[in-house]
């Protein structure tokens, strides 16, 4: 028998009882006799006899059966007691780690026998019995559920709807996403990351030719009302000139356009980023100029929200909530269905109560369901009154991208029909509407703006200046559903009014057509709660005597103000003006799904999160939170980013995932800017260290020869000798004490200056000097060159480069890289400076790729192998004193967690670590189908991009090298600043 036969053998015997074993043909001893009638022998002894009687094999020998002298009863009893007791606890007591539905031979075996125990051998049931009772083996209750037709009631669904959107807040077109999207919880939402069909191509096609959708709905709005003198001193603080225009732009704050600008902290510029927003003011009227009472909308991305909102909050001195805080006790959803649906005596069955009792109704959260009910949201301030209102998911915003926005604009929707009577039957669905509609000027106004909408069909959407609002209230757009999804296409024949086209295109809308009854909550609210429900208006369409035909609902129809933005498209640089373009469309909360499905009936194209951020890798934008390293919520996104990638790679074995130690990438995962920019600083300041003690080298040696050429000095008399040494010393105690206040004063402002953090450049002057720097000397720049002439741009010389910087000795810039063969960027690859070499053999090859880098050697690879030994050991528990006196010799870069392939921490010089100087990370790339290369944006260093500049031949400016994280090859791109 093998020994593993034995091993599973000697754990089946485990638990059977000793066997006794007659002696040979000899005859029993007296010690044997005295043994089998019941005596008891020593532990040891008793150990033996079991190995050796267990070890033992039955055999077909005969053996004599002497019968023994002498027997006693009572140990005798005794002993065969013992061993039926063991016989019957080895027949009850299982042997082996199996079921007893398995241990039985497989011809016995029955699907039914697995959990019906009547269905096993009757030896066996008890066996089986035991079995189930055991916790391990029991089922695990599962929850009472309702049956279909309970769970499909309207009341029931409601409930499960409010209850699943507790933790992360849904958008109004959740359950429409959640059917074609893939999901992903993100900033307290849940939202739509990309279509589960192929797409990538089509989404493209829409954005350049036709229309793409996109709910941005998530997106936080702060409302601040308030003196407008006030606002604008205490909204002064937190932005700058230099930057573009703020919120005193006399266009935005007409209210005829949106602004979009960078908010800093409190008198912090160009440091304590906060991020970016939109805003809009609300157009003055005759109430508002006659109190100076302004309304100010800033729209932010989510993860933006907190930061902005504590700032503002510190600015404004608003510290205390509006309204104090008196919720009243909320309903649970699981009380309203006991409500609903608990029998009122014990043996009822559970009934629907009739619609004339008493029921309390579920109603559906609409908004922001995880929002505490204590939490206020409105702050006032005892200064200055100004008051700052929380309006996120109050108002809704959707975003069309493409030339024929338009187009899909008009057809979905229809200006609202004036209705000047009040009827009994409708009072409180449009009362607020027809008490407008008695007032001319009101009707007149709301003509205008319709006139001026249905204009917009024959333009495209890059036609109209950028940023501007118009206000309008529509009719209800389910009544204009399409039967067939249909393209929308312009029809110029309808438009052909040349003059108010061309007044449109060059004015914009006046700040009176601006206007929109969507800033006044209580309107807003009235339509939020007056809104027709589906089942009704499908009731009456099944009314109308011709299928299908238009349904005129009359005063009865609601009537909805929203608000028109216009979204500018790339802006910056010279290729493919306002592309990207579209309309933003704000209206009040209740009305997602009824303005969403008419638009989708019109051909348009839904995208979601990863579709936004190929929008605006096509117009060179930065992207939200991705591209802002300097605020706290891009910090944040980095670290997200770093540790995904992380679990990612190590979720790989270490044979089939890239060793970044050998590719001499120190950083695959994150983009170390702290540490890039402070290598950059130590290094300009190294240079100027040495370009200083050369001046001064030769300075002494020029000093030295007049000396040797020069005349004699003139004799002084002792006395005026005396004099000058006592003046000299006076003179040099006041000077060693003011130096050393100065010096002091001096390295406190160097320790400040190397303590800051890093910031990106977004001074416009500065940005356009080095715009125009980048530029080639090449027959399409020259009008760029004359331009910069223009706006008194300086030189690229050592004296320009020094006082740029002096003022932001730390900063990054914003650049667009375009490959100039094949070649796709990828997130984090690395930007680095061409050597003299690289451009030497470019300019003799046009078709040079680029250089190779040479491979690195892993020096961490030893101590890695080395520390999974140690873990092995620990875990086996067979270390001993040798894993004890090695982990003795253990370094501390041992001692940390290292991972096969990565760089630990801390990081070494980052820009020196390659053959090719580093200068910035990629942090958006791919390969762009509208140049049909490579293009990649990100960030470089100042300091490094103007020493590269200055150093690069005229015809050669702006030529970079780019290498992927996993790759050892570079490639050449074309680096380009645009403002």
């Given at each position: 028998?093998?020994?593993?036969?034995?091993?599973?053998?000697?754990?089946?015997?485990?638990?059977?009882?000793?066997?006794?074993?007659?002696?040979?043909?000899?005859?029993?001893?007296?010690?044997?006799?005295?043994?089998?009638?019941?005596?008891?022998?020593?532990?040891?002894?008793?150990?033996?006899?079991?190995?050796?009687?267990?070890?033992?094999?039955?055999?077909?020998?005969?053996?004599?059966?002497?019968?023994?002298?002498?027997?006693?009863?009572?140990?005798?009893?005794?002993?065969?007691?013992?061993?039926?007791?063991?016989?019957?606890?080895?027949?009850?007591?299982?042997?082996?780690?199996?079921?007893?539905?398995?241990?039985?031979?497989?011809?016995?075996?029955?699907?039914?026998?697995?959990?019906?125990?009547?269905?096993?051998?009757?030896?066996?049931?008890?066996?089986?019995?035991?079995?189930?009772?055991?916790?391990?083996?029991?089922?695990?209750?599962?929850?009472?559920?309702?049956?279909?037709?309970?769970?499909?009631?309207?009341?029931?669904?409601?409930?499960?709807?409010?209850?699943?959107?507790?933790?992360?807040?849904?958008?109004?077109?959740?359950?429409?996403?959640?059917?074609?999207?893939?999901?992903?919880?993100?900033?307290?939402?849940?939202?739509?990351?990309?279509?589960?069909?192929?797409?990538?191509?089509?989404?493209?096609?829409?954005?350049?030719?036709?229309?793409?959708?996109?709910?941005?709905?998530?997106?936080?709005?702060?409302?601040?009302?308030?003196?407008?003198?006030?606002?604008?001193?205490?909204?002064?603080?937190?932005?700058?000139?230099?930057?573009?225009?703020?919120?005193?732009?006399?266009?935005?704050?007409?209210?005829?356009?949106?602004?979009?600008?960078?908010?800093?902290?409190?008198?912090?510029?160009?440091?304590?980023?906060?991020?970016?927003?939109?805003?809009?003011?609300?157009?003055?009227?005759?109430?508002?100029?006659?109190?100076?009472?302004?309304?100010?909308?800033?729209?932010?991305?989510?993860?933006?929200?907190?930061?902005?909102?504590?700032?503002?909050?510190?600015?404004?001195?608003?510290?205390?909530?509006?309204?104090?805080?008196?919720p009243k006790p909320v309903v649970s959803s699981s009380q309203e269905e006991n409500k609903m649906d608990v029998p009122e005596k014990a043996g009822e069955k559970r009934k629907r109560k009739d619609a004339g009792e008493m029921v309390v109704p579920v109603k559906k959260i609409i908004g922001d369901g995880t929002r505490d009910p204590c939490q206020p949201r409105c702050w006032v301030s005892q200064?200055?009154?100004?008051?700052?209102?929380?309006?996120?998911?109050?108002?809704?915003?959707?975003?069309?991208?493409?030339?024929?926005?338009?187009?899909?604009?008009?057809?979905?929707?229809?200006?609202?029909?004036?209705?000047?009577?009040?009827?009994?039957?409708?009072?409180?669905?449009n009362r607020w509407w027809v008490e407008n509609c008695r007032n001319p000027e009101q009707v007149s106004l709301h003509h205008r703006q319709e006139a001026i909408f249905d204009l917009l069909q024959g333009l495209s959407s890059s036609e109209i200046p950028s940023g501007t609002v118009l206000g309008l209230t529509v009719g209800d757009p389910r009544v204009?559903?399409?039967?067939?999804?249909?393209?929308?296409?312009?029809?110029?024949?309808?438009?052909?009014?040349?003059?108010?086209?061309?007044?449109?295109?060059?004015?914009?809308?006046?700040?009176?057509?601006?206007?929109?009854?969507?800033?006044?909550?209580?309107?807003?609210?009235?339509?939020?709660?007056?809104?027709?429900?589906?089942?009704?208006?499908?009731?009456?369409?099944?009314?109308?005597?011709?299928?299908?035909?238009?349904?005129?609902?009359?005063?009865?129809?609601?009537?909805?103000?929203?608000?028109?933005?216009?979204?500018?498209?790339?802006?910056?640089?010279?290729?493919?003006?306002?592309?990207?373009?579209?309309?933003?469309?704000?209206?009040?909360?209740?009305?997602?799904?009824?303005?969403?499905?008419?638009?989708?009936?019109?051909?348009?194209?839904?995208?979601?999160?990863?579709?936004?951020?190929?929008?605006?890798?096509?117009?060179?934008?930065?992207?939200?939170?991705?591209?802002?390293?300097?605020?706290?919520?891009?910090?944040?996104?980095?670290?997200?980013?770093?540790?995904?990638?992380?679990?990612?790679?190590?979720?790989?074995?270490?044979?089939?995932?890239?060793?970044?130690?050998?590719?001499?990438?120190?950083?695959?995962?994150?983009?170390?800017?702290?540490?890039?920019?402070?290598?950059?600083?130590?290094?300009?300041?190294?240079?100027?260290?040495?370009?200083?003690?050369?001046?001064?080298?030769?300075?002494?040696?020029?000093?030295?020869?007049?000396?040797?050429?020069?005349?004699?000095?003139?004799?002084?008399?002792?006395?005026?000798?005396?004099?000058?040494?006592?003046?000299?010393?006076?003179?040099?105690?006041?000077?060693?004490?003011?130096?050393?206040?100065?010096?002091?004063?001096?390295?406190?402002?160097?320790?400040?200056?190397?303590?800051?953090?890093?910031?990106?450049?977004?001074?416009?002057?500065?940005?356009?000097?080095?715009?125009?720097?980048?530029?080639?000397?090449?027959?399409?720049?020259?009008?760029?060159?004359?331009?910069?002439?223009?706006?008194?741009?300086?030189?690229?010389?050592?004296?320009?480069?020094?006082?740029?910087?002096?003022?932001?000795?730390?900063?990054?810039?914003?650049?667009?890289?375009?490959?100039?063969?094949?070649?796709?960027?990828?997130?984090?690859?690395?930007?680095?400076?061409?050597?003299?070499?690289?451009?030497?053999?470019?300019?003799?090859?046009?078709?040079?790729?680029?250089?190779?880098?040479?491979?690195?050697?892993?020096?961490?690879?030893?101590?890695?192998?080395?520390?999974?030994?140690?873990?092995?050991?620990?875990?086996?528990?067979?270390?001993?004193?040798?894993?004890?006196?090695?982990?003795?010799?253990?370094?501390?870069?041992?001692?940390?967690?290292?991972?096969?392939?990565?760089?630990?921490?801390?990081?070494?010089?980052?820009?020196?670590?390659?053959?090719?100087?580093?200068?910035?990370?990629?942090?958006?790339?791919?390969?762009?189908?509208?140049?049909?290369?490579?293009?990649?944006?990100?960030?470089?260093?100042?300091?490094?991009?103007?020493?590269?500049?200055?150093?690069?031949?005229?015809?050669?400016?702006?030529?970079?090298?780019?290498?992927?994280?996993?790759?050892?090859?570079?490639?050449?791109?074309?680096?380009?600043?645009?403002?």
């Amino acid at each position: 028998m093998s020994n593993a036969k034995e091993k599973k053998r000697a754990k089946k015997m485990k638990n059977q009882p000793t066997s006794v074993i007659f002696p040979s043909d000899s005859g029993p001893g007296p010690r044997e006799i005295w043994r089998q009638n019941g005596g008891e022998g020593t532990h040891q002894r008793k150990k033996q006899d079991l190995r050796s009687e267990t070890s033992r094999e039955f055999s077909l020998q005969s053996f004599s059966h002497g019968m023994p002298k002498y027997l006693t009863v009572s140990p005798f009893v005794r002993a065969r007691a013992a061993e039926i007791k063991a016989m019957l606890k080895a027949a009850t007591q299982k042997s082996s780690n199996t079921l007893v539905f398995q241990s039985l031979p497989r011809h016995m075996r029955r699907r039914a026998m697995s959990h019906n125990i009547k269905r096993l051998p009757r030896r066996l049931r008890e066996l089986a019995r035991a079995e189930v009772e055991k916790p391990e083996h029991q089922k695990k209750e599962l929850p009472k559920s309702k049956c279909r037709k309970a769970r499909r009631r309207h009341i029931n669904l409601v409930a499960e709807f409010n209850r699943r959107q507790k933790k992360n807040i849904w958008l109004e077109t959740h359950i429409w996403h959640a059917k074609r999207f893939h999901m992903v919880k993100k900033w307290g939402y849940c939202l739509g990351d990309g279509p589960t069909t192929k797409c990538y191509r089509a989404c493209y096609r829409a954005m350049a030719n036709h229309c793409l959708l996109q709910d941005l709905s998530y997106y936080c709005c702060l409302e601040l009302v308030g003196k407008e003198e006030d606002l604008l001193t205490a909204l002064a603080r937190m932005c700058n000139v230099d930057t573009g225009p703020t919120f005193a732009a006399i266009p935005c704050l007409a209210g005829r356009r949106q602004g979009a600008l960078t908010l800093y902290r409190k008198d912090q510029y160009p440091e304590g980023t906060l991020g970016p927003v939109t805003f809009i003011w609300k157009p003055r009227n005759e109430s508002s100029i006659a109190s100076a009472i302004r309304q100010l909308w800033i729209w932010m991305h989510p993860t933006f929200k907190q930061d902005v909102l504590a700032e503002l909050k510190a600015v404004c001195h608003c510290s205390e909530p509006l309204e104090p805080c008196n919720p009243k006790p909320v309903v649970s959803s699981s009380q309203e269905e006991n409500k609903m649906d608990v029998p009122e005596k014990a043996g009822e069955k559970r009934k629907r109560k009739d619609a004339g009792e008493m029921v309390v109704p579920v109603k559906k959260i609409i908004g922001d369901g995880t929002r505490d009910p204590c939490q206020p949201r409105c702050w006032v301030s005892q200064t200055n009154g100004i008051v700052i209102s929380d309006l996120t998911m109050e108002i809704l915003r959707y975003r069309l991208i493409g030339p024929l926005s338009h187009c899909v604009l008009t057809e979905a929707l229809k200006a609202a029909s004036v209705h000047a009577d009040l009827d009994n039957t409708d009072s409180e669905i449009n009362r607020w509407w027809v008490e407008n509609c008695r007032n001319p000027e009101q009707v007149s106004l709301h003509h205008r703006q319709e006139a001026i909408f249905d204009l917009l069909q024959g333009l495209s959407s890059s036609e109209i200046p950028s940023g501007t609002v118009l206000g309008l209230t529509v009719g209800d757009p389910r009544v204009n559903l399409l039967k067939k999804r249909s393209k929308a296409i312009p029809n110029p024949e309808k438009y052909q009014d040349g003059e108010k086209v061309r007044k449109l295109t060059l004015e914009g809308v006046s700040a009176e057509c601006a206007q929109s009854f969507l800033w006044d909550r209580n309107v807003c609210n009235s339509v939020t709660e007056n809104k027709m429900p589906e089942q009704d208006l499908n009731s009456l369409r099944n009314k109308l005597l011709v299928p299908g035909s238009y349904l005129d609902l009359g005063p009865q129809e609601s009537k909805i103000p929203i608000l028109l933005v216009q979204q500018p498209g790339k802006i910056a640089g010279e290729d493919r003006p306002d592309w990207g373009s579209g309309w933003d469309i704000l209206l009040p909360k209740g009305w997602g799904m009824a303005f969403w499905i008419p638009l989708i009936y019109r051909g348009v194209r839904v995208g979601g999160l990863q579709e936004g951020l190929k929008h605006s890798l096509y117009k060179r934008t930065p992207h939200v939170p991705n591209d802002y390293p300097d605020c706290p919520a891009g910090i944040q996104f980095a670290r997200e980013v770093e540790r995904c990638l992380l679990e990612k790679f190590k979720r790989r074995p270490p044979a089939k995932r890239a060793n970044y130690i050998k590719h001499g990438t120190l950083a695959p995962f994150f983009c170390p800017w702290e540490k890039l920019t402070l290598d950059w600083k130590t290094r300009n300041e190294a240079t100027q260290k040495d370009e200083a003690s050369s001046v001064l080298d030769v300075e002494e040696l020029t000093t030295e020869r007049d000396a040797a050429c020069g005349p004699s000095p003139v004799p002084e008399s002792p006395l005026i000798g005396q004099l000058k040494k006592e003046v000299d010393a006076s003179f040099e105690n006041n000077i060693q004490i003011e130096d050393a206040t100065d010096m002091a004063d001096l390295c406190k402002k160097d320790e400040a200056s190397s303590n800051r953090a890093f910031c990106v450049l977004r001074s416009r002057k500065i940005l356009r000097q080095v715009s125009a720097w980048c530029q080639p000397t090449h027959v399409k720049t020259r009008r760029i060159r004359h331009r910069a002439s223009k706006l008194d741009q300086q030189k690229l010389t050592e004296d320009a480069l020094l006082s740029v910087v002096q003022c932001y000795p730390r900063a990054l810039v914003w650049v667009c890289l375009t490959l100039l063969k094949k070649g796709s960027p990828e997130l984090h690859a690395m930007v680095c400076v061409p050597s003299k070499e690289d451009l030497l053999q470019l300019s003799k090859d046009k078709n040079f790729c680029g250089p190779q880098e040479p491979k690195h050697s892993d020096v961490f690879k030893r101590k890695v192998l080395k520390q999974k030994e140690i873990k092995k050991r620990e875990k086996i528990g067979k270390a001993g004193q040798d894993c004890s006196s090695s982990a003795k010799h253990v370094t501390p870069t041992e001692q940390e967690d290292l991972t096969l392939g990565l760089w630990p921490d801390p990081l070494p010089d980052v820009t020196s670590h390659c053959s090719r100087v580093l200068l910035g990370f990629v942090t958006q790339g791919d390969f762009s189908l509208a140049l049909g290369c490579g293009e990649a944006l990100g960030f470089v260093t100042l300091t490094g991009l103007l020493q590269m500049l200055l150093d690069q031949p005229e015809e050669q400016k702006g030529l970079v090298l780019l290498r992927n994280p996993a790759s050892l090859q570079y490639r050449f791109a074309r680096l380009s600043v645009e403002v």
